[in-house]
């Protein structure tokens, strides 16, 4: 009895230490879609394939993997503050999809507004939940890509923090993934294992603030950049294949036809939609002596809190402008058309006096047939055809200098 034991249990470990590919199983199909070879997983052991599958088996510990996570009192308290930031007041929950995409005039915050990190998650996690009921039209194709990527596993943000180690800033991002309808089927398929209904990612990315350029111009200052990606963990258990797996599972939980999300596109996904967020309700700085410092010091790693500044700090051309949109489409074609108009006040200039330079050829061509007795009346054409000729090309002239010039103080003005 005792041998039959030990051959099973040396059977088990040396099963668990070989891959799919080793045990001939990477072209068997896990769905109608993907086998095993597809989801990218034929070369990992099996026993990590199983360790990180019994993380996503039991129930998480949230408190244990987002101990940050965002409260009812931390809801209410900054349901209070979206006025402040250019929301209308509402009895139910302002509508801060809205700080997601900023098309709407009149958003992000007046005055500096100390927000807490806790407050701001939920804010980004209410902002996600409202774009998956409906989506407005003239949102960015990038924006749209991201919350369907985000719908179909049902995320929210349920922790960002952002701290500090070895003199470099860390965003720690917490996700809730809501995949009880996308992994039913297969647990369906797989009674011995069951899914969990809900799964935490925990994303870490290297970030800075600096300032947003378009050709060398400033638009945003303050701006939340990622630097690189960090790391990714499920359900607070770190794996050197948690990556690979993820990948995989993403892969079967796509919808037949569409582009499969991977982690780093999720990752991507997630940062780019929670920096557009806070790059709407203002820019990350303090106020030092009356006058704005924008930058990391915006943010205050001992209390876990953001100080967000007005986007335009006593700048006139940008409270002009209807939108933070328009403003930066304004900007960054200034310069061209200045370069362009410059050009085209030289090419006229050019242009206007080659032709009179001609005219002139020709008039001394004539007074040298007129030493040669050509008749009075042929010179009497010439000379009133000259003239006219002459001050034509005057009048283009100032009318090129004229035009040109106005256009680029419009520019300019603008």
């Known amino acids: 009895m005792l041998v039959l034991v030990l051959i099973v249990v040396g059977g088990v470990i040396v099963v668990v230490n070989l891959t799919p590919r080793q045990l001939g199983i ?67 929950q302002p509508d801060y ?27 980004v996690s209410a902002a996600l939940q409202q774009f998956y009921v409906s989506v407005e039209g003239g949102i960015a194709a990038e924006i749209v890509d991201a919350v369907e990527v985000m719908k179909l596993l049902d995320a929210t943000a349920e922790e960002i923090t952002l701290y500090r180690q070895d003199g470099d800033c860390y965003m720690k991002t917490v996700v809730k993934l809501n995949v009880k309808d996308c992994v039913a089927e297969i647990n369906k398929q797989i009674p011995v294992v069951q899914i969990a209904d809900v799964i935490y990612c ?56 569409k582009e499969p999300a991977t982690v780093r596109v999720i990752n991507d996904y997630v940062f780019m939609l929670v920096s557009l967020f806070f790059k709407n309700i203002g820019a990350i700085g303090t106020v030092v002596q009356g006058e704005p410092s924008y930058g990391i010091e915006g943010i205050n790693f001992q209390t876990d809190e953001i100080t967000f500044l007005p986007r335009f700090w006593q700048n006139s051309i940008a409270k002009k402008c209807v939108s933070t949109t328009r ?11 200045f370069l362009y108009r410059i050009f085209c006040t030289v090419q006229a200039f050019c242009v206007h006096f080659a032709q009179m330079f001609c005219v002139h050829f020709a008039r001394t061509f004539f ?48």
């Not at 039991?58 to 809801?75: F, W």
Request: aromatic content about 10%; glycine content about 4%; proline content about 3%.
């Open 202 to 257: 925990t994303i870490v990315n290297k970030v800075t603030v600096e300032d947003e350029t378009v050709f060398g111009i400033t638009v945003n200052e303050g701006v939340l950049m990622q630097k690189e990606f960090v790391s990714v963990t499920v359900n607070d258990r770190h794996s050197e294949i948690t990556e690979k797996v993820l990948d995989a599972l993403f892969i079967v939980l796509t919808e037949e036809g």
């Open 97 to 123: 999809k809205k700080l997601m995409y900023g098309l709407s005039p009149g958003l992000g915050v007046k005055q500096p507004l100390t927000i807490a990190e806790k407050q701001l998650a939920y804010m």
């Open 327 to 337: 403003f930066l489409f304004l900007l960054s074609h200034f310069r061209q058309h």
């Open 26 to 92: 990477a072209q068997v199909q896990v769905t109608s879609q993907s086998n095993v070879e597809q989801l990218g997983i034929a070369d990992v052991r099996m026993s990590q394939i199983l360790s990180l599958l019994s993380t996503v088996i039991s129930e998480p510990n949230k408190q244990k993997i987002a101990p940050n996570a965002y409260t009812l009192q931390d809801a209410e308290s900054a349901d209070a503050l979206a006025p402040l930031m250019g929301l209308s007041p509402s009895q139910q």
């Open 367 to 414: 007074i040298v047939c007129r030493k040669k007795r050509v008749s009075t009346n042929t010179l009497f054409v010439f000379n009133i055809a000259y003239s006219s000729a002459l001050l034509y090309r005057i009048f283009c002239t100032v009318q090129a200098f004229c035009v040109h010039f106005a256009q680029m103080f419009c520019v300019y003005f603008v």
